[in-house]
């Protein structure tokens, strides 16, 4: 296991369109997090997984926004009708206790 | 709503300098304080909790409850490490999602 990993690394997509991400946390790690991070800021919570159930939103995930974990392993978040303001780093965390992040997708919607 | 605050966007120290990043935090509970780094082309990873009250890399951080603080320090910083920081707050409910910084980049000059 080579800790969090975060398909793709690069997505530059256009308005409008929608885009999915993938994230296969450790795998004995049962809690899993999304994260934004915009240029100049930390990262921001968006949403929380405790096995396949998604406990946790923010308010920052509109409904264009969803997130699934459909057997508690990996996990998918897809951006339908992308805007720019969804240009971002989008993290993904693991964790049993102490989080590990992936190195993210990087989203630029033009 | 709990907050972090890092006041300083960049911190500039020569090499063999002490340095102090600070962190401010609002919390209505008993919180749990990270700092995470994060070395250039390399994913955010643990730094320090202050619950292990442990010095890493030679930096040490110490919770002061009633300043409502948790300064990272180094007596001498070492070109290796520049990077960015992000302190980082989280809360006792379920998700037990972190809070974030916006970041202080650390720069360590000859």
């Known amino acids: 296991d080579t800790g969090v990993s975060q398909d793709p690394r690069h997505k530059i997509t256009k308005r409008g369109q929608n885009v999915t991400f993938r994230c296969d946390p450790i795998s004995e790690h049962n809690r899993l997090y999304w994260y934004r991070q915009t240029l100049g800021q930390g990262p921001e919570f968006l949403t929380y997984f405790q096995n396949e159930a998604q406990l946790e939103k923010s308010r920052l995930l509109s409904d264009r926004f969803s997130a699934e974990r459909p057997k508690g392993s990996f996990s998918t978040l897809e951006i339908q009708r992308t805007e720019q303001g969804d240009s971002a780093m989008y993290l993904c965390a693991s964790s049993s206790g102490g989080y590990t992040f992936g190195s993210g997708t990087r989203l630029t919607v033009v | 709503a709990q907050r972090v605050t890092q006041p300083e966007k960049l911190l500039s120290v020569f090499k063999g300098a002490p340095v102090e990043l600070k962190c401010n935090y609002s919390y209505s509970g008993s919180p749990e304080l990270f700092w995470y780094v994060q070395y250039s082309r390399q994913r955010l990873q643990l730094l320090l909790r202050?619950?292990s009250r442990e010095s890493i890399k030679g930096f040490t951080a110490d919770l002061n409850k009633g300043e409502t603080s948790f300064h990272l320090k180094k007596p001498f910083a070492q070109e290796e490490d520049s990077a960015m920081y992000y302190c980082?707050?989280?809360?006792?409910?379920?998700?037990?999602?972190?809070?974030f910084g916006t970041g202080t980049r650390l720069q360590v000059t000859l």
């Open positions: 202050h619950i």
């Open positions: 980082a707050l989280r809360d006792t409910g379920t998700a037990s999602k972190l809070t």
